[in-house]
């Protein structure tokens, strides 16, 4: 039998919540319910959820303990998690990043 976990997802400033099987990569589970993780070059052209291309970053909270190379450097720098390499194993929020060009997020602005 199969365990469920919920995960809150913010795309655009939209929340919605989604149910998906424990161990499931987070990318595989948002892309199978409509999201997508990529931006528009690398929706066609990317490594197919490999962890090399970088292009399917979202920020997740609670961030799970890093599994790879590149996701060891995001949390020590504070870049934005791989979803092809983080497995589903609890309830999260997870944010949908605006992308442009290959998987490059800008910068976050502050408003004066």
Not at 31 to 52: A, E, W
Not at 80 to 89: A, F, H, Q, T, Y
Request: with cysteine; proline share 5%.
């Amino acid at each position: 039998m199969s365990e469920e976990v919920e995960l809150t997802v913010i795309d655009d400033g939209e929340r919605s919540t989604i149910t998906v099987e424990r161990g499931t990569t987070l990318r595989d589970a948002l892309r199978d319910r409509g999201f997508s993780v990529y931006g528009t070059v690398s929706s066609q052209l990317n490594c197919g959820g490999r962890g090399l291309c970088a292009t399917c970053t979202v920020e997740v909270d609670p961030a799970p303990e890093p599994v790879h190379w590149h996701d060891g450097a995001a949390v020590r720098f504070g870049y934005p998690r791989l979803s092809c390499c983080i497995e589903v194993d609890r309830p999260m929020t997870v944010r949908l990043l605006k992308k442009h060009v290959w998987g490059q997020v800008l910068p976050r602005r502050s408003h004066r």
